[in-house]
């Protein structure tokens, strides 16, 4: 099993930069893919960006250019760099980690996943 907490949410405005983190433990981090989804009221839940064991990475054309997804396996942790946030970007932000023994492999949805964080609300005003 693995415990995944998130930080770093909060309230910002548009134009603005956060930074999200995800601090995993109960398996080996470098032994785990990683991904950031994000859902908002009434939508589905998309990915905003992902990345294998080995640090290969993927965006979304939503994000892309905005979002940047990084990890520190010495630190357990995940990150999301997000800039230039818009009112759209308005949701809640959830870490997402799965084992898989192909070091270069990206998951890109959802149903991919194994364990999740309980999420961090972003909320970007206009």
């Known amino acids: 099993q693995v415990q995944m907490v998130e930080s770093g949410g909060g309230l910002v405005q548009a134009g603005d930069s956060l930074r999200l983190s995800c601090a995993a433990s109960g398996r080996t981090f470098s032994s785990l893919a990683m991904g950031w989804f994000r859902q908002a009221p009434g939508k589905e839940r998309d990915v905003v960006a992902a990345i294998s064991r080995s640090g290969y990475t993927y965006y979304p054309d939503s994000v892309k250019g905005r979002v940047t997804i990084s990890r520190d396996n010495a630190k357990n942790t995940v990150y999301l760099q997000m800039n230039s946030l818009k009112p759209e970007d308005t949701a809640v932000y959830y870490c997402?980690?799965?084992?898989?023994?192909?070091?270069?492999?990206?998951?890109?949805?959802?149903?991919?996943?194994?364990?999740w964080g309980q999420g961090t609300q972003v909320t970007v005003s206009s």
């Open positions: 997402a980690a799965r084992e898989f023994n192909r070091a270069s492999y990206i998951f890109q949805r959802s149903d991919e996943y194994f364990y």
